[in-house]
């Protein structure tokens, strides 16, 4: 005789069918589904229960560990500018969930988001990661975590490194003649110490 029992667990995170059935003189597997969403430790059940074969209690020790930190491809750019990367931040649930954003560099690599924010429920956002190296030829790190009481932590690590500057785009100044006119160049230090610039001009 096939027998049918009826599944009871009572975990948000818990997936599978309500009803098992067994049929006769066989074995069967029941599937159940462990979706959580953060880090954690804790002790759950699952139960099966028959009119005529009574009821069956699974105790289940349930042991989550952290998420693993996703590593962003290394970011290049000449001194004086900057690169921009971006990563994509999930709230899987049905409800708002809330955020706050930690940046262990944020000198030289800049998160553009506010450092507490909330997401609508099932949302996907696009942050955008700015790196503006200081230095040349010398790798930059940096740990970006997002927090969640809601959904856990999602971290990512950067890495960045500063190139020898390029060739500016040229600055034409036209005069007619006997007349003077003037341009005026943009220069900033990008280095994080005080540095010392020698300037040349060239006439072709």
């Known amino acids: 005789v096939d027998i049918v029992?009826?599944?009871?667990?009572?975990?948000?995170?818990f997936f599978g069918p309500?009803?098992?059935?067994?049929?006769?003189?066989?074995?069967?597997?029941?599937?159940?589904?462990?979706?959580?969403?953060?880090?954690?430790?804790?002790?759950?059940?699952?139960?099966?229960?028959?009119?005529?074969?009574?009821?069956?209690?699974?105790?289940?020790d349930l042991t989550v560990n952290p998420a693993e930190e996703s590593i962003l491809s290394p970011l290049e750019c000449p001194i004086g500018k900057s690169v921009t990367t971006n990563i994509m931040l999930e709230n899987p649930l049905p409800t708002v969930a809330s955020f706050s954003c930690e940046n262990d560099n944020f000198q030289l690599?800049?998160?553009?988001?506010?450092?507490?924010?909330?997401?609508?429920?099932?949302?996907?956002?696009?942050?955008?990661?700015?790196?503006?190296?200081?230095?040349?030829?010398?790798?930059?790190?940096?740990?970006?975590?997002?927090?969640s009481a809601d959904v856990g932590d999602y971290t990512f690590k950067l890495t960045g490194i500063?190139?020898?500057?390029?060739?500016?785009?040229?600055?034409?100044?036209?005069?007619?003649?006997?007349?003077?006119?003037?341009?005026i160049i943009n220069f900033s230090n990008p280095f994080r110490e005080q540095m010392k610039f020698t300037i040349s001009l060239n006439c072709d």
């Open 109 to 147: 690599f800049k998160v553009n988001t506010k450092k507490n924010f909330e997401m609508n429920p099932r949302e996907i956002r696009q942050i955008d990661i700015t790196f503006t190296p200081d230095s040349v030829g010398t790798k930059e790190f940096a740990t970006v975590v997002f927090k």
């Open 18 to 60: 309500k009803t098992f059935k067994i049929e006769a003189n066989s074995k069967s597997i029941y599937k159940l589904v462990f979706s959580p969403l953060k880090e954690q430790k804790r002790m759950s059940s699952i139960s099966f229960y028959n009119d005529t074969e009574g009821e069956f209690i699974y105790l289940l």
């Open 5 to 13: 029992f009826d599944v009871d667990f009572n975990e948000s995170d």
């Open 162 to 183: 500063g190139k020898p500057p390029k060739p500016l785009s040229p600055i034409i100044i036209e005069s007619s003649v006997n007349l003077t006119n003037s341009g």
